[in-house]
């Protein structure tokens, strides 16, 4: 069973007003950097970028991070898939806002920061998502939250993000209840 959290325009709104505090807290826009960490992350940091590129009036630098080789759960994944990684210049003494479209227990993120810093010493690290949905393992905390939603480890939250924007949103869905699809969270 699934239901959505946000639909796209809900979406849209939850973006514009994620680009608005990223750029409120980063007035320096040469310094700023956006990486999405593969796969969920990454059209979301584009969509952000687009955003706070209307905010700023210029473009803002948007890459790409795999941290397949940096998790702590490689040893239980069988033939994992490594993503590309594209950072847009360089990252010293900039500051690194990373994106990912749900915040879980805390680990993808962790191994994010330690695949980051292969590429560099930022001045900063943020971290920007579209939904946290709690159960943490790690102490990690994002600095810029679309919005919070409480749920069981029994379900998992997909957002759904395009260019075109046409299907987007954020989906809640009950594991018990999907047959083969895998999780994503």
């Known amino acids: 069973m699934s239901s959505l959290l946000l639909d796209s325009a809900a979406l ?12 409120e807290a980063n007035p320096d826009v040469g310094s700023l950097v956006l990486v999405g960490i593969q796969r969920g992350g990454v059209p979301v940091a584009r969509r952000l970028a687009f955003e706070l590129g209307q905010v700023f009036g210029r473009p803002v630098p948007c890459g790409t ?3 397949t ?19 847009p210049g360089d990252i010293q ?7 990912d479209d749900v915040f879980f227990t805390g680990r993808t993120i962790r191994a994010a920061m330690d695949a980051l810093h292969e590429f560099g010493r930022p001045s900063r690290v943020q971290l920007a998502v579209v939904i ?13 939250v679309g919005k919070e939603v409480a749920t ?17 949103g ?9 047959s083969s699809a895998p999780s994503v969270s």
């Open 12 to 23: 849209q709104r939850t973006f514009a007003r994620m680009a608005h505090e990223i750029a």
């Open 65 to 67: 991070l795999d941290v």
């Open 69 to 87: 080789f940096y998790r702590d759960d490689l040893n239980q994944r069988t033939a994992p898939t490594v993503n590309p990684t594209e950072i």
């Open 93 to 99: 003494g900039k500051t690194v806002v990373l994106v």
């Open 132 to 144: 946290d949905r709690g159960h943490r393992q790690l102490p990690i905390r994002p600095d810029v």
């Open 152 to 168: 069981l480890l029994s379900q998992s939250v997909q957002v759904r993000c395009s260019q075109g924007g046409v299907d987007d």
């Open 170 to 178: 954020v989906f809640l869905r009950d594991t018990a209840t999907l």
